[in-house]
């Protein structure tokens, strides 16, 4: 029997992006069902096993709309291990926050409290899906992503590209007064970089401009970080690909997410670009802090 080249379980918490992910997946060319009944997933992979390659790129949605059927999930996963068939769980996560003001916007009921809190039903699924959240392969947090910021992800992640044993590296700008980026593997803290938030005529611009870039650039302690940061990222990278690892995000933080953290971003990138790794760069937190600057 064939086996299909990618299986993808996707979960996660309600609000959090399930349905454009699924959507996206789909578009990539995935075969893709929603809302399966977790002992219903042998079952279904014994029938992609027997399509003789046809069906070579499934993605499953399981999550606690199924009641309780999803008690089951565990039991399901252990089948396919049992039928050797190798598979993927995607996990989509967000602030309790971010999920409540969610649901505020789309009407929508909580799947565990229909007739109660919001807030409740969140924190009770948290709860329900934590053992499955620490077997996943992969974690995203949706709650600063936009739908094409997290079309992207997808994308990048399961396209058709991403079959190629070949690491992924996100480069994430962000900003401390924001928190921290839950789905980040590095973190590093570049406030100790002269601010140019201080400097009045450069206060209004991001890393994104020229200015700012030369403020940020000039000093030997920069160029000291890069040099050192570098090597470590250089020693790092074959022993994550030697893993296994196909993602690593370096999320880059400084106070608010718009001056010296957008600037190392987009010039580590560059540096890892040019040594021939897949690489995508993104600002967290720029459009929050061009609203409220903070340095």
């Not at 590095?186 to 201080?198: A, C, E, Q, S, T």
């Not at 030369?214 to 570098?230: D, N, Y």
Request: proline share 6%; aromatic share 8%.
């Amino acid at each position: 029997m064939i086996r299909p080249a990618r299986f993808v379980i996707v979960s996660g918490l309600s609000g959090a992006g399930k349905t454009e992910a699924i959507h996206c997946l789909e578009d990539i060319g995935f075969f893709c069902v929603d809302n399966l009944p977790p002992t219903l997933i042998p079952k279904f992979a014994e029938l992609c096993l027997q399509s003789g390659g046809r069906v070579s790129r499934v993605a499953l949605v399981v999550d606690i709309r199924g009641g309780e059927f999803f008690e089951k999930v565990h039991e399901g996963l252990a089948e396919l291990d049992e039928l050797g068939l190798p598979y993927e769980i995607l996990f989509l996560e967000a602030s309790d926050e971010t999920l409540v003001r969610r649901f505020k916007e789309s009407r929508r009921r909580h799947p565990l409290r229909p007739h109660g809190e919001v807030l409740e039903g969140i924190r009770e699924e948290r709860s329900k899906l934590q053992e499955l959240r620490g077997r996943a392969h992969k974690i995203i947090d949706t709650s600063s992503l936009t739908v094409r910021q997290l079309k992207e992800e997808i994308a990048h992640l399961y396209g058709e590209a991403a079959d190629e044993p070949r690491l992924t590296i996100a480069v994430v700008s962000f900003g401390y007064k924001y928190g921290l980026p839950m789905d980040a593997d590095l973190i590093m803290d570049v406030r100790f970089l002269p601010n140019p938030h201080y400097v009045p005529a450069l206060r209004p611009l991001t890393g994104n401009d020229p200015e700012v870039q030369e403020f940020v650039m000039r000093w030997p302690v920069t160029a000291e970080f890069i040099g050192r940061f570098a090597s470590l990222l250089e020693f790092l990278i074959p022993y994550y690909i030697k893993e296994g690892k196909t993602t690593l995000m370096l999320a880059i933080g400084c106070t608010g997410g718009m001056h010296r953290s957008v600037t190392l971003a987009n010039h580590l990138g560059r540096l890892l670009k040019e040594k021939g790794h897949r690489v995508v760069v993104r600002h967290r937190d720029l459009e929050k802090c061009v609203r409220h600057p903070a340095g």
